[in-house]
């Protein structure tokens, strides 16, 4: 599967935006759907996930309350809405796919996921 993320952009301190990956054909309904950035310092971290039927999802402590990870399924898309954003949350936003089967937790690990879009910048000023 092709992930094509798009979305970002600039933002004042407490703006809201709104990322999207779309996937490139019908077996993205397949696959758990994973937010990562990585920041200026070059560090990558896991922001959140959605399971393939987007009943389940989890964050990263930092996003808690703030970016919710929703999809849908008829638009082969997964969103990423961003509010109350913080300087701290610039960074360039990928996308990534796993066929992921196990039931008691979602992948949170890099490594956990195959397939990566090209990834979408977001820059917040203070």
């Known amino acids: 599967v092709q992930l094509q993320a798009s979305g970002g952009g600039m933002a004042q301190a407490g703006d809201s935006l709104r990322l999207s990956c779309k996937g490139s054909d019908p077996t993205f309904r397949r696959y758990v759907i994973g937010w990562f950035r990585q920041f200026p310092s070059k560090e990558r971290e896991f922001v959140a996930v959605v399971s393939w039927s987007g009943a389940m999802t989890a964050y990263t402590d930092s996003v808690k309350g703030r970016l919710t990870i929703s999809r849908d399924i008829a638009e082969n898309t997964v969103y990423l809405q961003m509010n109350s954003l913080k300087p701290e949350d610039t960074a360039v936003y990928f996308c990534?796919?796993?066929?992921?089967?196990?039931?008691?937790?979602?992948?949170?690990?890099?490594?956990?996921?195959?397939?990566w879009g090209q990834g979408t910048l977001v820059t917040v000023s203070s």
């Open positions: 990534a796919a796993s066929l992921w089967t196990t039931t008691d937790r979602l992948p949170s690990r890099e490594n956990e996921f195959h397939a």
